[in-house]
């Protein structure tokens, strides 16, 4: 099995199918239930972001998707259930996760970060041209290629979690609360990044957050979560714009 698809290639997917389909998901910790029948999608090429506050179930919901918490429930990657298949598949059918806490390796280098997520792929002239291609969208790594992931900054730790996961080239890219902890600046720097690689790459995005009015402006589809429970959806624009949302959770 490869892993995903070429960066700079249309998803295979064909655009009346989604790329991902959740149908009454349920997740649970042991006897702890923390999804209660959700409903979600990504379109291909699309970004969905799933919003909600403290202890909704958003980062569950990633877990859920990349097998790594018990659930019932389907889950299809391009008509295909991957529900029930262990995570090491899940990433080789090109699903690339990018936990809460980011998880660079902090011993080894920002390129042997990248190395790392290119652990599944033969083509290594291809990962080599890829490597540039990772510098290009985050030209701050490249001045520290060399430099010990442990010894970067938060925001450039983030970007190295998030280049590293693309190295996979993934279909889907699943992205758990990236403006957590950073500044301001930092954080627009990221979510301009991520727009760029979605529109220059094709690579669809599911994106957990708390900060809701970044989300709603860089997703095309927007769920909110309550308690394991999917209380609103629709276009982020209508979302974006809706009076209850708004008061409750862009604060305006
Ligand atoms: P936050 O924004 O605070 O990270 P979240 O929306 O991502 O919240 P989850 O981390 O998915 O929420 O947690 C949902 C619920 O599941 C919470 O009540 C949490 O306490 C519980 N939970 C999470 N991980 C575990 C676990 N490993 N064992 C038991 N309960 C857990």
Redesign the pocket.
């Known amino acids: 099995m490869s892993a995903g698809r070429p960066l700079d290639g249309a998803d295979a997917a064909s655009p009346a199918q989604p790329l991902l389909a959740v149908r009454k998901l349920h997740a649970q ?2 006897a ?1 239930r ?1 999804l209660h029948g959700i409903d979600f999608e990504v379109r291909p090429r699309g970004i969905t972001t799933v919003l ?10 990633l877990r859920a998707v990349c097998g790594m918490v018990r659930t019932q429930g389907e889950i299809l990657l391009a008509g295909d259930r991957i529900d029930g298949k262990a995570t090491e598949d899940i990433v080789r059918r090109g699903v690339a996760h990018v936990p ?1 806490g980011r998880g660079t390796f902090s011993h080894l280098t920002t390129e042997e970060n990248l190395r790392m997520g290119a652990y599944t792929r033969r083509d290594k002239n291809e990962v080599q041209a890829d490597y540039e291609r990772m510098y290009a969208w985050f030209p701050r790594l490249k001045e520290r290629r060399r430099q010990q992931a442990g010894t970067l900054s938060g925001g450039e730790q983030q970007m190295l979690a998030i280049a590293r996961a693309l190295m996979l080239r993934p279909r889907l890219l699943l992205l758990d ?1 990236p403006s957590f902890g950073l500044a301001p600046l930092i954080v627009r720097e990221l979510f301009d990044i991520l727009g760029e690689i979605n529109a220059a790459a094709g690579t669809s995005i599911l994106l ?1 957050e ?1 900060n809701a009015s970044l989300a709603l402006r860089l997703a095309d589809h927007a769920y909110l ?1 309550e308690t ?1 429970r999917v209380v609103m959806s629709g276009p982020a624009e209508r979302i974006r714009d809706d009076e209850a949302v708004r008061r409750s959770y862009l604060g305006y």
């Open positions: 910790y042991g702890t923390v909600g506050a403290n202890g909704a179930g958003k980062t569950t919901t809460d609360e957990v708390q979560l394991g």
